[in-house]
């Protein structure tokens, strides 16, 4: 069984031990006594050295601990140390976890059914009544007066049987590592947390996503949250400058721009539509008819999309008599329109020519488009048309 230092102190990040088991390869090591937290409950492992060799995983293995080193390790005596920076923003990214979702509980009856911790961010799934921005935002407003009451995190081990006012039931028999936050919380957790809310430093609500039958929030808590308001205060900034404006006058603007941009995309693209009506009409004109007095028209591209022909082949057999055909090198496709009155279907024409030559594809009797495998097929498809 491996001692977990890190129940009773969450500061203790240096300390001795023995390494009582190794696997065969010495990559694997067992300490009689660990404070590296291994994976679990949301929380990532512990990062560190023994004995100077990197610790590249913790695993817990119920009653015992597994260290995974980048290079091998003896049996006997080793010192240890945890990757500090690493540990702390854990401790408070978890703290900041157990206050919020007290808090959305406390506030608005939500039930926090998981937890992430990430690389760069953390969430919480919440269960309940679909959750609003307005409600973000007050619990996050709730969330730092506690951060900033600094009410105190303590530790405490209770028989299962006797632990009352636990925030979600532990589910389990046994002894219980309680973690409480004064006036706000008590939950069994077996995590790393700060010995005083204020120690969590300020928490910083993001993302609202519904996954399933719950709500996603994304937070960053302490030097996260910091960091991340910077970057979103120079990404600010950056906007400002571009606009030569002051920075609460940004949305605004960028609204304003999108919105002109809007219009300019509206504006070109009616151009582009009449454009190609006169196009249509122009090589529907310049077009002679065949011996059967139908005008036949077949464009044959090398790359690009054949979406850009659409509108010309529209208009074109928008007229009397007319076929219009195209072929598209890369990717292999082609586009079949024809005339009202030209007495065929353009879909299943185009889909039974594909499906001889492999390919697929299919549309309305006035138009259709499709693809085969290769460009060695294309011509076999414009022959059936």
Known sequence: MTERLYYTDSYLHEFAARIVER?????????????????????????????????????????????????????????????WERRFDHMQQHSGQHALSAVFEELFGLRTVSFHLGAESSTIDLEGAPLEPDMVREAERRVNQAVFENRPVTVRFQDAAEAEGLRKAAGREGTLRIVSIEGLDRSACGGTHVRATGEIGPVLLRKLDKVRQTSRVEFLCGGRAVARARADFESLSRAAQAFSAPLDDVPALA????????????????????????????????????????????????????????????????????????????????????????????????KAALAAAGGRGGGNPRMAQGSVPDQERLQPVLEKL
Do not use: M, W
């Not at 660990?34 to 512990?46: H, I, L």
């Not at 009449?274 to 011996?291: I, K």
């Open 255 to 350: 609204a304003a721009q999108l919105e002109a941009a809007h219009e300019a995309e509206r504006a070109r693209r009616k151009l582009e539509l009449e454009l190609a009506g006169y196009r249509g009409r122009e090589l529907y004109e310049t077009t002679a008819p065949g011996p059967d007095g139908f005008r036949r028209v077949v464009r044959r591209l090398e790359r690009g999309s054949l979406d850009e022909l659409r509108a010309l082949a529209q208009n074109f057999t928008a007229q009397s008599k007319a076929v219009f055909t195209a072929a598209l090198s890369d990717p292999p496709s082609v586009l079949f329109a024809v005339s009202q009155d030209a007495g065929i279907d353009a879909g299943k024409a185009l």
């Open 23 to 83: 696997s065969d390869d010495g990559l694997l090591v067992y300490l009689d006594r660990t404070a590296f937290y291994p994976a679990s409950g949301g929380q990532p492992a512990d990062g560190g050295v023994i004995s100077g060799v990197p610790v590249v995983d913790v695993i817990d293995q119920e009653e015992r601990v597994a260290h995974r080193l980048a290079a091998p390790l003896h049996t006997g005596p080793v010192d240890c140390a945890l990757d």
